[in-house]
């Protein structure tokens, strides 16, 4: 048996800034919070939680999707190690409320250009997501949906041989002042090697 221990590697130290009328990802953490791992710390079988609590709004009827990114690698070109997929939000219409994500990853493999990867799973939990289109509150309740949205795969590939950020970016599918995100609490824990 390897270590077993959790640490917090890096927390954020206030409430971030609500972001809303975009499409495109980008980073929704505070500059503060973007975590710089050393080189060759994603070992095989090393394994970190990355958790996000903060507050969402969506239009109502047709709000469209929302999605999350994991990015890591190099502040010039980070790629997407973790992705959860387009979650639907319901067609209720809310305005920051609360929602939660988690995700686990775990180093598959290492090395340097793009031979390193992750592989990631999680969750989403919040009265704002659905499963299927056109739900409201009535219907459904807070939903806790497992991400990814498709079949688990690696993320995609970076170089574990030099420093890499890691980075949470956000992105909706509508754009509209009444689809936004703020991230309130955000921590990333390292879980061990083993």
């Known amino acids: 048996m390897g270590d077993t221990y959790v640490e917090t590697l890096i927390s954020q130290h206030g409430a971030g800034t609500l972001f809303n009328t975009f499409t495109t ?17 994603w070992a095989p079988g090393r394994m970190a939680r990355v958790s996000a609590r903060g507050a969402i709004s969506n239009i109502v009827a047709t709000p469209g999707t929302i999605q999350f990114l994991l990015k890591l690698g190099t502040v010039a070109a980070p790629v997407t190690v973790f992705d959860s997929g387009q979650i639907q939000l319901n067609a209720t219409a809310h305005t920051t409320l609360p ?16 031979n390193a990867k ?11 997501f659905t499963l299927t289109a056109g739900q409201t509150d009535s219907a459904q309740g807070h939903q806790v949906i497992r991400v990814p949205q498709t079949a688990p795969v690696l993320g995609a590939g970076f ?24 991230i309130d609490q955000y921590w990333s824990e390292d879980l061990g090697l083993s």
Not at 118 to 128: N, P, R, S
Request: with cysteine; proline share 1%.
């Open 25 to 41: 990802a980008k980073r929704v953490i505070n500059d503060q919070a973007v975590l710089s791992y050393p080189r060759g710390y």
């Open 99 to 114: 929602f939660a994500l988690d995700v686990t990853l775990r180093a598959d493999t290492e090395g340097s250009g793009t």
């Open 118 to 128: 992750l592989f990631g799973h999680g969750e989403v939990c919040g009265i704002m």
């Open 159 to 182: 170089d574990s041989t030099v420093v890499t950020d890691l980075d949470l970016w956000a992105g909706f599918s509508i754009s509209n002042a009444g689809n936004g995100i703020r």
